[in-house]
């Protein structure tokens, strides 16, 4: 085998490898994962977009199609729920719902209700339930989005309507622990609890000894 044709099955690998590396959607949620938001309108809110609370509830994870159960509860109080299918890998993301996991800036994924590819613009450290996380976002005139780097779940939304705009925030979620004073609340408590039990330890020693004496 000649020289170039060496060289030229090791480019063909190269770039077949290339592309398998970016067509490659890692998910990342999984059963029993929820989020609560918080959602305010502006405008006039056509009817069942008058939302002032949501959830959304991973129900089932195969390969990477999600099944989520999307619950919102309207100004008057009712409560309205639907089940819808996603697949990040096929570009079925909703309305940016759930997107690939793990991307960075420069990164994109495809949304196939818009027949085009969406660029991660920007990621920041940020509090988001009660603990800090890396957050990424990416805009488009119609909506601006934010979601959690490591799971692709979104934690903030603007979507512009034609007559009103309607914005999202994640309050609640147990995919992450809250944190306090910076640190995760288990490990927290956990410390805590180690000191305590410390204390009480050398304060009985410290008694015994005394007794004995």
């Known amino acids: ?5 060496v060289f030229a099955l090791a480019m063909l690998i190269l770039l077949f490898g290339a592309d398998a590396a970016l067509g490659e959607v890692s998910v990342g949620v999984k059963k029993g994962d929820w989020i609560e938001y918080q959602v305010t309108t502006t ?3 056509e009817e069942g977009h008058d939302v002032t609370w949501a959830r959304m509830e991973i ?4 390969g990477n199609e999600i099944s989520v159960n999307v619950s919102t509860r309207a100004v008057n109080g009712t409560v309205s729920s639907g089940v819808m299918t996603l697949n990040p890998e096929k570009g079925n993301v909703g309305v940016w719902f759930v997107i690939p996991a793990n991307l960075n800036v420069g990164d994109s994924f495809f949304d196939e ?5 969406v ?3 920007g990621a920041e450290q940020r509090t988001v339930a009660g603990a800090t996380r890396t957050v990424t976002h990416a805009s488009t005139p119609e909506r601006i989005k934010s979601w959690d780097k490591t799971t692709g779940v979104f934690v903030e939304s603007i979507d512009f309507l034609p007559d009103y705009t309607l914005n999202a925030i ?3 979620t147990n995919l992450w622990n809250p944190q306090i004073i910076g640190i995760d609340q288990t490990l927290f408590y956990a410390v805590v609890l180690g ?13 015994a000894h005394r007794r004995r004496k």
């Open 1 to 5: 085998m000649g020289k170039k044709t």
């Open 43 to 45: 405008g006039t809110p």
């Open 59 to 62: 129900l089932s994870v195969q």
């Open 113 to 117: 209700s818009g027949d085009n590819h």
């Open 119 to 121: 660029t991660i613009e």
């Open 170 to 172: 994640a309050i609640k």
């Open 195 to 207: 000191v305590g039990v410390t204390i009480i330890a050398v304060v009985a020693l410290i008694v």
